[in-house]
């Protein structure tokens, strides 16, 4: 995630559900701290079956996946997470990096002995589930990187011919309420409020520097991986396109009308989506194989 995303991550990043009396993120019935590296990660389980690890976008918190724990969590054993310095998670000394949390998620997952996870990462989280596919190949069975990015440099969409919809357009009228009703969530969750100046510092610092994947270093990746985005993200299209020919074993979903809040935008369609690919075995597919 880079700073042009800031905006729009610290309207959403609580995340919405009137209508669910589960206070996903504030949950104290279920909210656990754990000790991983240097922080304490703040972090809630809901469900059974296989674990699925559930990685929120920048600045954001597990509020973020309102729409989402409920329905992955009747198959799984949905373990959602606070990155560090976001949300209730702590911040330490260190520079925040994508590879850095990523070995946060190595830590929860080793002490919480979940063996190998399936890993549903969003902007922020795409690239720290790619870290954690990247350095833990062992850890991660399956993984689903939603409008992340792998390299800092030219991430950005064309934004020249952004308009402004109108007032009763669907999409605003769907998200308008979240957006005001949560605004500056980090600040009413975080666990460090007086370290909030040098978190957002240390944040734009990694925006600005990181991701750094190469080519080749995406093409070493075995896990079996569903790159989504929309097709108005603010990740660049063909940034999203290369990110999934790299992989050497991955599958594409552009959803036609929706941008970076896709999960919010269309949860029905991207949980379906989301959960259909956890839940096929994973095959390579032989672009010819009906001709053969």
């Not at 989402?68 to 373990?79: A, G, H, L, N």
């Not at 790619?130 to 939603?146: D, G």
């Amino acid at each position: 995630m880079k700073p042009a995303l800031l905006f729009c991550l610290l309207l959403v990043s609580a995340g919405i559900a009137a209508q669910d009396a589960v206070p996903y993120g504030s949950n104290e019935k279920v909210g656990k701290y754990l000790e991983v590296n240097d922080i304490k990660v703040y972090y809630e389980i809901y469900g059974e079956g296989e674990p699925l690890l559930l990685i929120h976008g920048g600045m954001g918190s597990i509020e973020n996946f309102v729409y989402q724990i409920p329905e992955f969590s009747k198959d799984f054993r949905v373990i959602a997470v606070d990155s560090r310095a976001q949300g209730r998670s702590t911040d330490s000394e260190k520079e925040i990096t994508y590879a850095l949390m990523a070995s946060d998620m190595a830590e929860l997952i080793n002490k919480l002995k979940l063996g190998n996870v399936n890993v549903v990462g969003w902007s922020d989280g795409g690239n720290v589930g790619l870290e954690l596919a990247y350095a833990h190949p062992e850890m991660v069975k399956k993984l689903v990187c939603i409008g992340g990015d792998y390299t800092h440099e030219n991430w950005e969409a064309d934004t020249t011919r952004t308009v402004w919809m109108a007032a009763d357009d669907p999409l605003l009228l769907k998200t308008r309420d979240m957006l005001i009703r949560y605004m500056g969530s980090m600040d009413r969750l975080s666990y460090q409020p007086d370290r909030l100046p040098e978190i957002r510092k240390k944040l734009g610092y990694m925006w600005a520097n990181y991701p750094n994947f190469t080519p080749d270093q995406l093409q070493t990746i075995q896990t079996p991986t569903l790159v989504m985005a929309g097709d108005h993200d603010l990740i660049r299209d063909q940034l999203t396109f290369d990110l999934y020919e790299a992989l050497p074993h991955a599958q594409l979903c552009i959803f036609p009308g929706v941008t970076h809040l896709l999960l919010w935008e269309i949860p029905e369609l991207a949980n379906q989506t989301i959960l259909n690919f956890l839940k096929t075995p994973y095959r390579d597919i032989d672009r010819l194989y009906f001709f053969r």
